[in-house]
């Protein structure tokens, strides 16, 4: 009779290691949704010291240079950006756009830190933020902004721009006019 109740022992402590194992498993395992949410954050593509080159229909539309580009499923985070775009039907001008952060939706670029917009035949702005639409050519700005021209300085908040139309319009605006003795009188 000893024998079965020392049996049974050696049984028991089997039958209970295997159910803290199997147990163990459970407990143990990798939450699925902690692996989704870290994933999310994870970019598919890095890029050091980058240029991109977009093109419409037989020619390039423009050139993009960053430090550093990174690639999420259905967004795209660009540092040290420069798009460049040169405009046959405007006087053969080049055009500039940069900003320290951006952030790029399908057509859609975003400037959470601040964006430089300038025109080689002279004039360009600076807005505190703003987003840019690359296919409807319409620059939305959001908070303080600084444009130069020919015309002399104008300040305001929330500059939109119309390339297409070349019209600019803001709130707030006051301005620094160069006469053409070449004095400047505020309004």
């Known amino acids: 009779m000893k024998y079965l109740s020392s049996t049974n022992s050696v049984l028991n402590f089997f039958l209970v290691l295997f159910g803290l194992t199997f147990a163990s498993i ?9 692996e989704v949410i870290s994933s999310e954050n994870i970019p598919k593509i890095e890029l050091i010291d980058f240029n991109m080159y977009q093109i419409n229909g037989n020619f390039v539309d423009m050139k993009i240079e960053g430090s550093k580009a990174l690639q999420f499923n259905d967004y795209e985070i660009l540092y040290g ?3 460049s775009r040169y405009n046959n039907k405007s006087k053969n001008t080049y055009e500039y756009i940069s900003g320290d952060e951006v952030i ?6 975003d400037f959470p830190k ?20 690359y296919r409807k050519e319409i620059f939305k700005g959001k908070g303080d902004f600084v444009l ?20 600019i319009h803001a709130v707030s605006v006051t301005s620094e006019i160069i006469l053409e003795g070449g004095d400047k009188d505020k309004k």
């Open 26 to 34: 459970f407990f143990f395992a990798p939450s699925k949704r902690f």
């Open 81 to 83: 950006f420069l798009a």
């Open 104 to 109: 790029r939706k399908g057509d859609m670029y």
């Open 114 to 133: 601040g964006v430089v917009y300038t025109k080689s035949d002279g004039g360009s702005f600076w807005s505190e933020s703003g987003i840019y639409d």
């Open 148 to 167: 130069n021209a020919l015309e002399g300085e104008f300040m305001g908040k929330n500059i939109v721009y119309d390339k297409k139309s070349q019209i």
